[in-house]
């Protein structure tokens, strides 16, 4: 007599399975991208102490200056939104908790078998 499974095992079991693949995955990809990223960084650094790269601080920092008060505008175009800054963020907030609440709970067994078979993954990667 063959044993069945049932839909809830079937649902774990992919979802470690896919855990573990995306763990294993992510960390395998994390090493060798930061590996490049700092090694683009020594290669960078190395050719302008060279001189064969010449950096313009001062479009850097007048660029960096427009940046802050682009952002100083916003911050201060929110601030003076009294009706809208807390009350909508907070519901906001709270709508989205609900919503990532309610699909986790419909899909506990997955969501739960995900994780721990992810951090399966990275672990032992």
């Not at 930061?34 to 683009?40: H, K, L, R």
Request: glycine content about 8%.
């Amino acid at each position: 007599m063959t044993k069945s499974h049932n839909p809830t095992q079937q649902e774990m079991a992919m979802g470690a399975l896919a855990g573990i693949c995306s763990g294993y995955l992510f960390k395998k990809v994390s090493k060798y991208a930061a590996a490049t990223a700092i090694v683009g960084y020594l290669a960078i650094q190395g050719a302008s102490q060279a001189g064969y790269i010449k950096i313009n601080w001062k479009k850097v920092n007048d660029q960096i200056e427009d940046l802050k008060e682009d952002l100083t505008d916003e911050i201060s175009e929110i601030v003076t939104d009294e009706d809208t800054l807390v009350l909508e963020n907070e519901g906001r907030l709270k709508a989205t908790a609900r919503r990532a609440y309610e699909a986790v709970k419909q899909n506990a067994a997955t969501s739960g078998s995900f994780t721990a078979g992810f951090a399966f993954g990275i672990l032992f990667a």
